[in-house]
C-alpha cells in the first residue's frame, strides 16, 4: 500500500515537471509525443478548435514527462533568450492553442496566471 502511495506521488511529481527551456533533447520528446498522440486525432492539431488544442497540448507534454501549464509558467518567469531557436519552438508549441484566437476565448480556456504567461511570451518572442 506504501509504496503504491510513492508510486502515486512519483507520478503527480512527474506530470507537474516543466519542460527545460532550450534543450534540443527535449524539443525531440514534445515531437515525438505529438506524432504519437497525433495518431489518436482525426485532425490535424491546428485545424482544431482552441479548446481541442489545447487538450491537445496537455496530451503531448504528459506523454513526454512533462506538464503543459507548468512549462508555460517557467517559460514566461524565466530568462529567455528569443534569438535561441530551441526556445522559439517551445514557446511556439506552448502558443498553439491560442493561435488567432480572440481574448476572449483565451479567457475561457485559460486561468488568469496563464494568460499573463502568454502575453509576456508573445512580447518577448515575436
Known sequence: ???A???LMACEEKQQRAAPAGDYAVLEQLAEAYRKVGENYPVQPRAMPPKGRKEFLNKVFAQAGYNYSATLMAMAQSATDSSNQEQRDLVELLLLPVK???REVRADLYAAEELEAMQRLQINFR
Request: charged residues 0%; aromatic residues 12%.
Open 1 to 3: 500500500m506504501l509504496l
Open 5 to 7: 502511495a510513492f508510486g
Open 100 to 102: 488567432g484566437v480572440s
